[in-house]
């Protein structure tokens, strides 16, 4: 059921209560708080789908299963075309986790109740280790990764941006130094 939504987005939520291993991170919170798991698709679900496919794609290209081949590339090219569609929130520089309506189609980023994009933290730049990202998009997460007021801090990065209104120095997921 991962690939249930029209959108093309990928969810885990039939299966597990998070995405990632990230137990408090705040737009998974929000999102268990107001029961919208059936409708909404984390980023890294698909962006951790996107790279175990380039891998599984490349042995299929070493052992010759042209057929494997193709199929692997299509599912890289569905997922990664959602993901670039859906998922970019141009406003934030970051990806977003996205709603979907009852019909399975991807309708907006999920934001707090200010509008602010809730996955403004690691999950927002995960996109980064896909290899499909433009390069503007590239150049604005690393941007966040670097900056000492947001995701960078003096003991390398925080799981969330330090200057969002979520961010909490007291943390696990939601604020403190945690290694995805």
Known sequence: TMARLKSGMLTVYDYFYNAGGMDDYPPQVAMHQQHLAERIAPVCS?????????IIRKTAELYGYEEDVKEYTADIEKIS???????WDEESGYFGYV?????GEGTQIFRTADGENY?????????????????????????HLKCPKELWSGVG?????????YYRDNGYWNGAVWFP
């Open 119 to 143: 996955n403004r933290g690691v999950d927002g730049v995960t996109p980064l280790i896909s290899g499909v990202c433009s390069k503007e998009q590239e150049e604005r997460m690393l941007a």
């Open 81 to 87: 075309g959602a993901l670039l569609e859906h998922a």
């Open 157 to 165: 990065n925080s799981t969330v941006d330090q200057s969002a209104s």
């Open 46 to 54: 698909s962006v951790h789908f996107i790279r175990t496919a380039k």
């Open 99 to 103: 709603l979907h309506d009852e019909t």
